[in-house]
């Protein structure tokens, strides 16, 4: 009898420590689905998200809200709360309702409502950049969902290695002025995780969206390189996927919208990453703005689903 080789991989060996990852919920995937399509059908949507009562009320609750009713007639039906959201908001805060509910909400290593704040924050920003490139109905839901997913690795470190993870936090967040010859430096979080952990999160993430959740092959590039763009920024479907989320990270970081520990916050090339996608210093001032308006939305759709 033979026995599968035991696998090397550190990636794979994450992975397969024993711990249950959480797969896609059938009624996100026939939800998106419908959602995603040309022709959405609200009533077809209507009666899907009308199966779970909790996403029902939440789902009312938003389109009730002075965000999306400023003193206009409460809507009791959930039909009527459809077409007052249309479907990206729908489809954003059905996401927002779903996708954190899929993980364990206590005992994590990291804050995870600045975790899912900076997430939809991301996803929203790199939407406004791919607006303004004009990037089509396909390219623009990539990003969504790479925006959103792009650090899912952490959760997965957070399940598979908590104990190291949180070590690895502490070291990031430790007081460089506690010893007093310490040299005031950032320490590089992916190079820590690679250390002691065997891979760091925007590959982890990446393998594990293609192997569990079967996400397509663009997103699972921009979750791969997001943070270290190299050789990346040189390829032209760059410009309409990763450096939009590229971009939107390094923004959403700089204003504190992070999990990431502020010695391990890095700087980042965003004048090249703006060039190569063909903006000038004042459009990307302008957009300056409208990172504002990603950080109130996202945290519209949080309250919503809190
Ligand atoms: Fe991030």
Redesign the pocket.
């Given at each position: 009898m033979s026995t599968a080789p035991a696998t090397s991989d550190p990636v794979e060996l994450i992975l397969k420590e024993g711990v249950q990852l959480p797969s896609l919920p059938e009624v996100l995937l026939k939800l998106d689905r419908e959602l995603s399509s040309e022709e959405a059908d609200l009533k077809k949507i209507a009666k899907l998200v009308g199966m779970d009562p909790v996403l029902s009320g939440q789902i009312l609750r938003l389109a009730n809200s002075t965000w999306y009713n400023p003193g206009g007639k409460p809507i009791q039906d959930l039909s009527r709360a459809l077409v007052r959201l249309g479907v990206p908001t729908t489809r954003e805060l059905v996401h927002a309702l779903v996708i954190p509910a899929l993980f364990p909400k206590s005992g994590s290593a990291i804050d995870l409502s600045k975790f899912w704040r900076?997430?939809f924050s991301?996803a929203l920003f790199a939407q406004a950049i791919g607006k303004r490139l004009r990037l089509d109905r396909q390219q623009m839901e990539v990003l969504w969902t790479a925006g959103l997913l792009?650090?899912i690795g952490v959760l997965v470190f957070d399940l598979a290695s908590k104990e190291n993870f949180r070590r690895i936090l502490r070291l990031c967040e430790e007081d460089p002025f506690a010893e007093p010859d310490a040299e005031v430096v950032g320490v590089d979080l992916c190079n820590l995780e690679r250390e002691w952990l065997g891979s760091d999160h925007a590959h982890l993430g990446s393998v594990f969206l293609q192997k569990y959740w079967k996400l397509p092959d663009p997103i699972i590039w921009c979750v791969r390189y997001?943070?270290d763009l190299g050789w990346t920024i040189d390829e032209p479907q760059a410009v309409t996927s990763i450096l939009p989320i590229h971009v939107a990270?390094s923004l959403?970081?700089e204003r504190g919208q992070?999990?990431?520990p502020l010695r391990a916050r890095k700087g980042s090339h965003l004048g090249e990453a703006w060039k190569r996608m063909g903006f000038s210093e004042q459009d990307a001032q302008d957009m300056a703005a409208e990172v504002d308006i990603a950080l109130e939305k996202s945290d519209q759709l949080l309250a919503a689903s809190g």
């Open positions: 900076h997430s991301v792009h650090d997001h943070l990270n959403c970081e992070t999990w990431v």
